[in-house]
């Protein structure tokens, strides 16, 4: 949701970019039923419905975003498409609650503003950032939350901090080497909530409350974007 705020405030054509993120969010949603029919080879009655309804608002999400470009569109379709495969895939595999995943999954979805970004008009170079701020927010957010909720990934909580903080570093090189250094403030939320993480796990795990701090960083990055982004 951050990733496409930022993305529609960013753009000239804020439906086309708005687009995106419903043609990704029925991608996204569409995994529930199909993982159904997968484990248990039937549909129940609303699953169908269901699909019917996100394939066609998917559908409209990428004609809307596309437009008369046809690289948009199929940039879209496949973005949205990946979505509840790879699902699939990684749930087949007996993968889909692993770090690896979750971890390109997020980040995939969060980096998926600067596709929305695209879309709606943004230079490539301001979609990029777009990309590499939000894809930032969102995959960092997968260490931090594993280490705090997970007893046995508990012992790799430094491991956690050192990858995000090697991530920002990262994350600020391609962001000065794009022209946008002040953009590098929209990655500072996530370093902020270093500290604040380590406060809260000085008590009994609290997954509503660390799910509304990562709330709060992906759309206090995305505000901060929108910011220092130039007109």
């Keep these: 949701m951050a990733a496409t705020l930022v993305a529609v405030l960013l753009a000239a054509d804020r439906l086309a970019a708005f687009a995106v993120g419903l043609a990704l969010a029925m991608g ?71 770090e690896l995943f979750e971890l390109v999954g997020m980040t995939f979805l969060g980096a998926s503003g600067g596709l929305s970004a695209a879309a709606g008009g943004v230079s490539l170079r301001g979609a990029l950032v777009v990309g590499v701020v939000m894809g930032f927010a969102a995959g960092t957010s997968v260490p931090l939350l594993r280490t705090e909720l997970r007893r046995s990934a508990k012992r790799l ?23 946008q250094p002040t953009a590098m403030l929209a990655l500072v939320p996530r370093v902020i909530s270093l500290p604040v993480r380590s406060l809260m796990m000085r008590s009994p795990p609290r997954p509503m409350v660390s799910g509304v701090r990562e709330i709060v960083v992906a759309f206090s990055s995305a505000v901060i974007l929108f910011a220092a982004m130039p007109g």
């Excluded at 529930?32 to 029919?37: D, K, T």
Aim: charged share 10%; with cysteine; proline share 3%.
């Design 28 to 98: 996204f949603c569409a995994r529930a039923p199909l993982e159904f029919r997968s484990r248990t080879g039937v549909l129940r009655p609303w699953d169908l419905a269901a699909l019917v309804i996100m394939g066609t608002l998917a559908a409209a999400g990428v004609v809307l975003a596309g437009g008369q470009r046809h690289a948009i569109w199929v940039l879209v379709l496949l973005a949205a498409a990946s979505l509840p495969v790879a699902s699939a895939a990684a749930r087949n595999l007996r993968k889909h609650r692993h």
């Design 157 to 179: 909580t430094g491991a956690a901090v050192a990858s995000v903080l090697a991530a920002f570093a990262v994350g600020a090189l391609i962001l000065w080497s794009l022209g």
